[in-house]
């Protein structure tokens, strides 16, 4: 099992749409969470942090769920420019330090 | 702040030949990290520091050799390139402390050995 899990994509969605994107991780032992958007040929840049009690930034929506072990993405009224691979990342304690594990990505296009 | 600086952006080297792919940053982090990017595939971990001398393996470190003699630089050195090098190489750094730390990345270094 991949130490985290996305849906590969691509999500093809109207302008407008409401779409939502899930990952999972297999190590419970998982601390921090985040959404990465990669542009094409571009670095990846935090999008937004994954907290507990879920998050909300504008469009965004991103929640967690410990027991289950998965992480969700929620984008409403979707936009031309939200048109990206979105990274799912978590973080784990190992070693002295932390390692940050990435998801392979979902690719999202949204269409006019 | 320049934020996290990559070179160079593109190289073309022949199987066998060597290069050092340059990153730095100016935000005084202690952490860094150099990860590839394959077609399709997630970022896998070559090697990371977690200060000036301190470097250790990731997931993906044959091939590969780093140095990490100041704050701001960390190296990445391949010898003896080989096809399977080719991808795209990400540097990146944070700051120590709590696991919840954003991760600041360079904009790649696109590198084709043929």
């Known amino acids: 099992r991949k130490e985290v899990e996305q849906d590969p994509g691509p999500f093809n969605v109207p302008e407008g749409a409401t779409v939502a994107f899930n990952c999972t991780y297999s190590?419970?032992?998982?601390?921090?969470f985040f959404w990465y958007r990669q542009d094409c040929r571009k670095e990846p840049k935090l999008l937004m942090s994954?907290?507990?009690s879920g998050n909300e930034d504008g469009r965004f929506t991103a929640q967690l769920n410990r027991a289950s072990q998965y992480i969700s993405l929620l984008i409403r009224d979707s936009k031309l420019s939200d048109s990206a691979t979105y990274l799912c990342?978590?973080?784990?304690?190992?070693?002295?330090?932390?390692?940050?594990?990435f998801g392979t990505g979902t690719r999202l296009k949204v269409l006019a | 702040n320049a934020g996290v600086t990559q070179t160079p952006k593109f190289r073309i080297l022949k199987i066998g030949q060597s290069m050092t792919l340059q990153c730095a940053q100016d935000?005084?982090?202690?952490?860094m990290y150099w990860y590839r990017q394959d077609p399709g595939m997630g970022l896998k971990l070559i090697y990371y520091?977690?200060?000036?001398?301190?470097?250790d393996k990731g997931e993906v470190p044959n091939g590969y050799n780093v140095s990490r003699s100041t704050t701001e630089d960390f190296p990445l050195r391949l010898e003896l390139a080989a096809p399977s090098q080719t991808s795209v190489y990400f540097c990146?750094?944070?700051?120590?402390?709590?696991?919840?730390?954003?991760?600041?990345f360079g904009p790649g270094t696109r590198l084709t050995v043929l």
């Open positions: 990146a750094s944070s700051s120590p402390g709590l696991a919840g730390r954003e991760q600041f």
């Open positions: 190590n419970s032992a998982s601390q921090s």
């Open positions: 994954v907290y507990s």
């Open positions: 990342v978590v973080n784990l304690p190992t070693s002295g330090t932390y390692k940050y594990i």
């Open positions: 935000m005084n982090h202690n952490y």
């Open positions: 520091s977690v200060g000036a001398g301190i470097t």
